[in-house]
């Protein structure tokens, strides 16, 4: 098992910045990839970056070269470095875990962290 909580979210001005964070713990050696996705009102989740274990990272088009994501391993900790918002970044934030098991891949989620980017 693998708990998942984030802290962060706020509310910014266009152009603000604010980082996220999410702090593991539980089978954290067992997690392969840890992400982040966003979920806003009337749309579907959707993937934000990730970061694999390897340190391999994927950015959704509409978050690169603004948005950072890194891990400090010490701290079991992953961050979400969010520069130049905009208004359509307005969403729950949600981090996340994907962990091998013998049946298959297992996804763990945290409660989510609220972002609003006022114009």
């Known amino acids: 098992q693998v708990q998942l909580v984030e802290s962060g979210g706020g509310l910014v001005q266009a152009g603000g910045s604010l980082r996220l964070s999410c702090a593991a713990s539980?089978?954290?050696?067992?997690?392969?990839?840890m992400g982040w996705y966003r979920q806003a009102p009337g749309k579907q989740r959707e993937l934000v970056a990730s970061?694999?274990?390897?340190?391999?990272?994927n950015y959704a088009d509409s978050v690169k070269g603004r948005f950072t994501i890194s891990r400090d391993n010490a701290k079991n900790t992953v961050y979400l470095q969010m520069n130049g918002l905009k208004s359509e970044d307005t969403a729950v934030y949600y981090c996340h875990a994907l962990s091998p098991h013998s049946a298959g891949w297992f996804n763990y989620w945290g409660q989510g962290t609220q972002v609003t980017v006022s114009s």
């Open positions: 970061l694999t274990s390897g340190g391999s990272t």
């Open positions: 539980g089978s954290i050696s067992s997690i392969n990839t």
